[in-house]
């Protein structure tokens, strides 16, 4: 029997902050969740629908949300772009609000990147959490074809796994942009990694606003990928 990603997680969760609830593993460990390293749980169903008649024939670009496209955070900055709060549960009561700072031309990345490819944002954070930031990124669903949470991940080796072989596409018209490469270990011939967009502890340093250029620096390689339609033999250029 198939188990679902979340529910060793869930064993425990009236010992856990917020924090550890809607943010991905990778942000946390704690002594409640103790896994080997021979821990497997995957999925065995293809997680996506056939393609629409308007990304037909299009690759398939999946986008990693928190540290790729924007970062959040519980501590409140007068430079932060929206924040939403959320309710954990009846038990705890207390309401949290977050503050995300979105990464430079993200609105311009998801339009481009909409006009080219088929954009599925998959993330290892939960539903609840990502949806708030996704409809501030994208709110009249022009940009994103697909959302894929937690539950759509695998666990393997302490880590939450975008398993690309389940998105009932062919694997040669799919590839990832995500900031950590443990996400895309199954196929990481179709993964490009971004540099880590951690905003709140770089402002402390340096302007981000300025020096952050990656996300046009990836519109470079991902519009070679569409003229060409071709996404491992390029990427294979940068890994």
């Keep these: 029997m198939t188990t679902l ?10 010992n856990l902050n917020f924090n550890q609830k809607f943010f991905p593993q990778e942000f946390f ?3 409640e969740f103790s896994f080997t390293n021979t821990t497997k749980q995957f999925q065995s169903h293809q997680i996506l ?11 398939t670009l999946c986008l990693d949300l928190d540290e790729t496209l924007i970062s959040s955070t519980m501590t409140q ?9 959320l309710q954990p549960t009846e038990e705890e009561g207390k309401c949290e609000e977050y503050f995300v700072k979105k990464r430079p031309n993200v609105d311009y990345f998801l339009r481009r990147c909409s006009e080219m ?6 993330t290892a954070s939960l539903k609840q959490y990502a949806d708030k930031i996704l409809d501030e990124l994208d709110p009249s669903g022009d940009y994103i074809s697909h959302r894929l949470y ?7 080796c302490g880590s939450f796994v975008k398993d690309l072989s389940l998105l009932n596409r062919d694997l040669n018209s ?8 443990a996400s895309f ?7 490009l990694q971004i540099p880590r967009f951690d905003y709140h502890l770089k402002k402390k340093k340096l302007n981000v606003n300025f020096l952050d250029s990656c996300l046009t620096d990836t519109l470079q390689i991902l519009e070679k990928i569409f003229i060409q339609h071709n996404v491992i033999s390029i990427l294979s250029q940068y890994n």
């Design 29 to 31: 460990y704690s002594q």
């Design 49 to 59: 629908p056939e393609q629409s008649l308007s990304d037909q024939g299009k690759i």
């Design 5 to 14: 990603v979340e529910q060793p997680l869930h064993k425990n969760t009236t």
């Design 77 to 85: 900055r007068c430079d932060y772009d929206f924040s939403f709060k």
């Design 150 to 156: 937690r539950e759509s991940c695998s666990y393997f």
């Design 174 to 181: 799919i590839l990832i942009v995500d900031d950590l490469p």
């Design 185 to 191: 270990q199954f196929h990481p011939e179709n993964g």
């Design 117 to 122: 490819f088929e954009v599925v944002i998959f």
